[in-house]
C-alpha cells in the first residue's frame, strides 16, 4: 500500500489543518475503505469439481442383485489402488455389497459381476426402516472402509437391516481381500438393540493407543474408545443422536450423519457430514476439521455446504436430490470423494486437498498483521 505522508506544523497552525473535504482526506478515506474490505474479503468456498464423466458406476440390467441401484461406496486405496464396496438393489430387493476398483479414481478399471458381501438375518420380511434408507427390502447398507495403522486387517461398518437398522462390524485379511478370497469375519451388531443407528466410523489411527469409532457428530461429537475391536455378547456402544441444529449460525438445519472415514492432515481430521439446509429434500455436504489428539474438540466447520445436488443423475433417481459421501481418499495431492447419487448411481468430486484445507481453515485472523495496523493508522489520523 503507498504510503501517506501528513505534514503538519501543529495544531495551531490553521492554514496546513486540513479540509473535510480536501483531496488528501477523500483519498486517505478511500484507502482505509480499501483495507477494511480486505479485512472482511472470505475466500471462495472448498467446493469440488464433478467428474464430467460422472456417473462412474451405474445400475446393470444383466445381473439382477445390482439392476435397480448402485450406490453409497466404501472407498479406500491400497497398493496404489482405489478399491470401492458399494451398495447394491436388484430385483429381489435386497440390498448387497458389490466390488469395483479404479487405476486413477475416476475410471473403474475392474468390476466383478457378482456380490462380494451379504448380511444374513433370520428375517426375510419386508422392513420398512431398510425401504426408507434407500429402497431396499433388507439386507446391508452403507459401507464404510479402513485400516488402522498398519495393521492387515480391512474394517467394514454398515448398516444392517436387523431390528430395524443397526450398526455392524466385520473385517477381513487384507491379503484375502486383494486376492478377492472374500473370506469375511462373522459380522457384528455393535448399536443397542431396538434402536436405530447409522454412519457410524472408525480413525484410521489409534488415538492415545487406542481404537476410536466415531458413533455421532450432534449434539455433539462422540468417540468410543476401545483396547480391541472384538465385541463380546451383548457389548453395545451408546449412543445418542439429535438431528437438529441448535447453532443458529450454520448452514444446517437438521444433521444427518458422518460421512467417511476422516482424512488425517497436518491441520486435523478431516471430516465430512450430511446434512439440510432450509430445502429439507437435499442432502449436502458439510465438512469440519477435528483436533488430532482429541476428535470430539471441532476446529474449523465449512460456513456452507461443500457439496450439494446440482447435476441430472443426482436427481432423476430412486431419492431425488442426495449426494451422499460414504468414501474419500487422498491421491497425488488430491481430495477425492466418492457418493451416491440420488440412490442410484456412484459419482466422484475432487479437489486440491491444500487449496481445500486452506480455504476450509480461513478466518479473517488469517490475514497479515499489517493490513490491520494500517487501518488502525489510518483510522486514528482521520480522527
Given amino acids: 500500500m503507498k504510503k501517506i505522508t501528513i505534514k503538519s506544523s501543529g495544531t495551531g497552525d490553521k492554514k496546513n489543518k486540513i479540509k473535510k473535504n480536501s483531496p488528501t482526506l477523500k483519498k486517505r478515506s478511500s484507502l482505509v475503505k480499501?483495507?477494511?474490505?480486505?479485512e472482511s474479503i472470505k475466500?471462495?468456498?472448498?467446493?469440488?469439481?464433478?467428474?464430467?464423466?460422472?456417473?462412474?458406476i451405474s445400475p446393470k440390467e444383466d445381473n439382477g442383485w445390482e439392476a435397480w441401484q448402485v450406490f453409497n461406496p466404501g472407498a479406500i486405496l491400497l497398493k496404489d489402488k482405489i478399491h470401492f464396496i458399494y451398495r447394491a438393489i436388484g430385483e429381489d430387493g435386497i440390498s448387497r455389497l458389490?466390488?469395483?476398483?479404479?487405476?486413477?479414481?475416476?475410471?473403474?478399471?475392474?468390476?466383478?459381476?457378482?456380490?462380494?458381501y451379504k448380511h444374513h438375518t433370520l428375517k426375510t420380511k419386508f422392513s420398512y426402516y431398510s425401504?426408507?434408507?434407500?429402497?431396499?427390502f433388507g439386507g446391508c447398507e452403507d459401507p464404510r472402509l479402513v485400516c488402522v495403522d498398519k495393521e492387515d486387517e480391512l474394517f467394514m461398518t454398515y448398516t444392517a437391516c436387523d431390528e430395524g437398522l443397526r450398526v455392524a462390524l466385520t473385517s477381513i485379511k487384507i491379503k484375502d481381500f486383494l486376492q478377492k478370497k472374500w473370506q469375511w469375519k462373522l459380522p457384528?451388531?455393535?448399536s443397542v438393540p431396538g434402536e436405530v443407528h447409522k454412519n457410524w466410523i472408525i480413525f484410521p489411527e489409534k488415538i492415545n493407543g487406542k481404537y476410536a469409532i466415531l458413533h455421532s457428530i450432534n449434539p455433539q461429537v462422540s468417540i468410543a474408545y476401545r483396547d480391541s475391536l472384538e465385541f463380546q455378547k451383548d457389548e453395545y456402544i451408546q449412543s445418542y443422536y439429535n438431528g437438529k441444529n441448535k447453532d443458529k449460525n450454520g448452514w444446517e438445519k437438521w444433521i444427518r450423519g458422518v460421512g467417511a472415514p476422516p482424512i488425517k492432515t497436518n491441520k486435523g481430521w478431516l471430516l465430512f457430514y450430511h446434512a439440510m439446509d432450509d430445502d429439507l429434500s437435499k442432502y449436502k455436504l458439510g465438512a469440519?476439521?477435528?483436533?488430532?489428539?482429541?476428535?470430539t474438540k471441532i476446529l474449523h466447520r465449512s460456513p456452507e455446504p461443500v457439496l450439494g445436488p446440482d447435476k441430472d443423475y443426482e436427481s432423476n433417481g430412486f431419492k431425488?436430490?442426495?449426494?451422499?459421501?460414504?468414501?474419500?481418499?487422498?491421491?497425488?495431492?488430491k481430495l477425492l470423494v466418492y457418493y451416491g447419487a440420488s440412490d442410484s448411481y456412484v459419482g466422484v468430486a475432487?479437489?486440491?486437498?491444500?487449496?481445500f484445507l486452506n480455504k476450509l481453515t480461513f478466518t479473517k485472523s488469517a490475514l497479515p498483521k499489517l493490513t490491520k495496523l494500517k487501518v488502525k493508522i489510518l483510522n486514528k489520523k482521520q480522527k
Avoid at 43 to 56: A, Q, R, T, W
Avoid at 100 to 114: K, V
Fill in 34 to 38: 480499501q483495507e477494511k474490505k480486505k
Fill in 350 to 355: 475432487y479437489a486440491s486437498l491444500e487449496d
Fill in 188 to 190: 457384528v451388531l455393535i
Fill in 131 to 136: 425401504f426408507a434408507s434407500g429402497g431396499s
Fill in 320 to 333: 431425488t436430490g442426495v449426494v451422499y459421501v460414504s468414501g474419500a481418499i487422498t491421491k497425488d495431492d
Fill in 43 to 56: 475466500p471462495n468456498l472448498p467446493i469440488f469439481c464433478k467428474y464430467l464423466e460422472n456417473p462412474i
Fill in 98 to 116: 458389490g466390488y469395483a476398483s479404479s487405476d486413477d479414481g475416476f475410471i473403474i478399471s475392474e468390476r466383478l459381476p457378482y456380490p462380494i
Fill in 288 to 295: 469440519m476439521l477435528l483436533d488430532l489428539k482429541d476428535p
